[in-house]
């Protein structure tokens, strides 16, 4: 072992040290790192930063755009929804089809991204359900690890480990590769935490710090809106058809609020804001609000041509991601006390309906269009989540009070989700079909997302995840460090030398927990950068194929179930679900355990060790 050797290995410990204390930020270590290899002369400056001109950097980086443009075209939240209808009342339905869909999410886009935006619906579902969130927590993380086994694209490790094999001059694996491991797995973590589900926490209670913050639902109870509530079909041969709904005067003829109208167009169907000008359709569907629960509706509807229609829950939470509510008070100076509802024309001036007064602390109910504001009086408008932020900037006649917690999950280009559709196919047909390389396709899907407008130039930019790409590129260098002073053949040589005797198989179970164990205190992706060339030097020392052993290096790296701190998947359900240290370590590390015997009998199936 060579002086320069010496002084690499005290480098990565040092880092590794830094990574599991997580101090400093991991991204400012790798930095440290850029800035230090070149001082000590270990590496050119080109070496250091050769990361950054790294295929799979950009790769990542690209995919991170894609994931936000489904996450703004508002399919990810889609899928909360069917989640939530799915499963009903069944916990073991909903832990199935919440790891279903976590792991068919995260195989296309951040699995972080996707347990940060699963966590307040799994969080919904528990109030609802009754249940603690330590039961479903654990899963939900899990299943996003399982997910970076599902294809090439899932997770930054799988992409190292490519990025390795065309650097030695190899095809690398294709994007459906990793697939029949990942489902196994899947499949075998969906058994198992069925099982382990019932030492996860079941007495505990969800708890929340402060004052919670206010939902539609509460917002409808407050102005008792559930009950007022329907869903109208407009018929052919209506009298309403093809005229404004200002002309029309519903609601102070009949007490027939408009708030909004569903429209079916082609495959889909668009939510329409309902402003004074929206002229009405046949095969419509409008979203009322009645004036008073107690109205017999059926003459009303007979006369005006419109049939009721099912409503299984409340039309704000179904259409919660574009319909929002928000409830306004009147600051001292405004003018706007003393006025009636109908002069406030909130409809032709804000495009928001009233539809709820509140007075003394009583939701108003009747026809309240004539009704005289006083200066307490609170109001509850409804309408496109854009209109309401634009209604924030009436500061001198209204004042927005704290909008309801579904405004975080606003999506602004909704609209356009059949077009990140498109673009998502059109990514993964090219992937698969390898007519031009991965980070081409990825970038051309970028270009084509932005081009259709479901995602702008600045929220691209947000939706890169800065520090993962530098965390990759300062731990790139550590990789060709070790090479030039033979770091990776002592390691190769040590894995020889400690169980070469037993075979093939015990080698590769060897290099899966060396990885998982490295991974368990260390950043993933950074073990999968120095993994990786251990791996494919260990292959080429036996003459064996580097793929298998390049694989269980890539499922080894996303099998960080063991510890909070191997990922930051873990460490974002381990506050919801109120869990300690150890509980990942009892219930990881059996999992774990499965996954090693599963990847040493499988991946040489897959991947043969010598092929003909």
Do not use: H
């Given at each position: 072992m060579n002086a320069e050797l010496l002084l690499v290995l005290a480098m990565l410990l040092l880092c590794m040290g830094c990574f599991a204390a997580n101090k400093p930020r991991t991204d400012v270590v790798a930095l440290?790192?850029?800035?230090?290899?070149?001082?000590?002369?270990?590496?050119?400056?080109?070496?250091?930063?050769?990361?950054?001109?790294?295929?799979?950097?950009?790769?990542?980086?690209?995919?991170?755009?894609?994931?936000?443009?489904?996450?703004?075209?508002?399919?990810?939240?889609?899928?909360?929804?069917?989640?939530?209808?799915?499963?009903?009342?069944?916990?073991?339905?909903?832990?199935?089809?919440?790891?279903?869909?976590?792991?068919?999410?995260?195989?296309?886009?951040?699995?972080?991204?996707?347990?940060?935006?699963?966590?307040?619906?799994?969080?919904?579902?528990?109030?609802?359900?009754?249940?603690?969130?330590?039961?479903?927590?654990?899963?939900?993380?899990?299943?996003?690890?399982?997910?970076?086994?599902?294809?090439?694209?899932?997770?930054?490790?799988?992409?190292?480990?490519?990025?390795?094999?065309?650097?030695?001059?190899?095809d690398g694996f294709h994007f459906f590769s990793f697939t029949p491991i990942g489902l196994v797995v899947l499949l075998m973590g969906g058994g198992y935490m069925l099982l382990a589900r019932r030492w996860l926490n079941p007495q505990l209670e969800a708890g929340q710090s402060g004052a919670p913050r206010l939902k539609l639902s509460d917002l409808a109870r407050n102005y008792r809106l559930k009950e007022r509530e329907l869903r109208l079909k407009v018929l052919p041969g209506s009298p309403l058809l093809e005229q404004q709904l200002n002309e029309l005067a519903l609601r102070k003829e009949f007490g027939i609020n408009v708030v909004a109208i569903e429209r079916q167009q082609r495959f889909r169907t668009l939510l329409l804001n309902a402003t004074g000008n929206t002229l009405v359709q046949a095969g419509d569907i409008l979203l009322v609000d009645l004036a008073d629960p107690s109205m017999e509706l059926l003459p009303s509807c007979q006369h005006l041509g419109l049939e009721p229609q099912p409503l299984s829950h409340s039309y704000f939470s179904f259409h919660a991601h574009e319909l929002g509510l928000a409830e306004v008070a009147f600051p001292p100076e405004s003018s706007l006390p003393g006025k009636t509802i109908q002069q406030l024309a909130f409809r032709s001036q804000y495009k928001l309906n009233v539809v709820g007064l509140r007075r003394k602390g009583e939701a108003l109910l009747g026809v309240l269009v004539d009704e005289v504001l006083q200066p307490a009086d609170k109001l509850l408008v409804a309408g496109n989540w854009k209109d309401i932020h634009q209604l924030q900037q009436q500061s001198r006649d209204f004042l927005v009070l704290s909008l309801p917690a579904e405004v975080d999950e606003v999506t602004p280009a909704a609209r356009k989700a059949p077009h990140a559709l498109f673009c998502l196919a059109l990514m993964v047909l090219l992937m698969v079909s390898g007519v031009v390389p991965n980070v081409i396709a990825a970038l051309i899907t970028c270009l084509l997302m932005g081009a259709l407008r479901c995602i702008d130039l600045n929220s691209a930019y947000k939706a890169i995840h800065w520090p993962s790409l530098i965390l990759i590129v300062g731990m790139l260098p550590f990789a060709l460090a070790l090479q030039q002073t033979g770091g990776i053949d002592l390691a190769v040589s040590s894995l020889l030398y400690l169980v070469g005797e037993r075979g093939e198989y015990a080698l590769l179970a060897a290099l899966f927990v060396l990885t998982a164990v490295t991974g368990s205190f260390v950043s993933n992706t950074a073990t999968a950068v120095l993994m990786a060339p251990v791996a494919v030097s260990l292959a080429n020392s036996l003459g064996a194929s580097p793929y298998p052993f390049a694989m269980m290096v890539a499922v080894a790296a996303s099998a960080a179930f063991m510890t909070p701190v191997s990922s930051p998947i873990n460490t974002l359900v381990l506050q919801p679900g109120k869990y300690r240290f150890f509980d990942f370590v009892r219930i990881g590390t059996p999992f774990t355990g499965l996954v090693l015997v599963v990847s040493v009998l499988l991946v040489p199936v897959l991947f043969p060790l010598y092929p003909a």
């Open positions: 440290v790192v850029l800035a230090v290899f070149p001082l000590t002369g270990l590496l050119t400056v080109q070496q250091t930063l050769a990361g950054f001109s790294d295929p799979a950097v950009i790769l990542i980086a690209a995919l991170f755009v894609v994931g936000d443009g489904l996450v703004r075209t508002g399919i990810v939240y889609r899928l909360g929804d069917w989640l939530v209808r799915v499963s009903g009342n069944s916990e073991i339905r909903l832990l199935i089809l919440l790891m279903l869909s976590v792991a068919v999410l995260g195989s296309i886009m951040s699995s972080t991204g996707v347990v940060a935006i699963f966590i307040p619906v799994v969080l919904s579902i528990c109030a609802r359900l009754n249940i603690a969130p330590g039961r479903l927590m654990m899963p939900l993380a899990f299943a996003a690890l399982i997910s970076g086994m599902q294809t090439l694209v899932a997770t930054p490790p799988n992409m190292v480990v490519q990025s390795e094999l065309q650097r030695q001059g190899m």
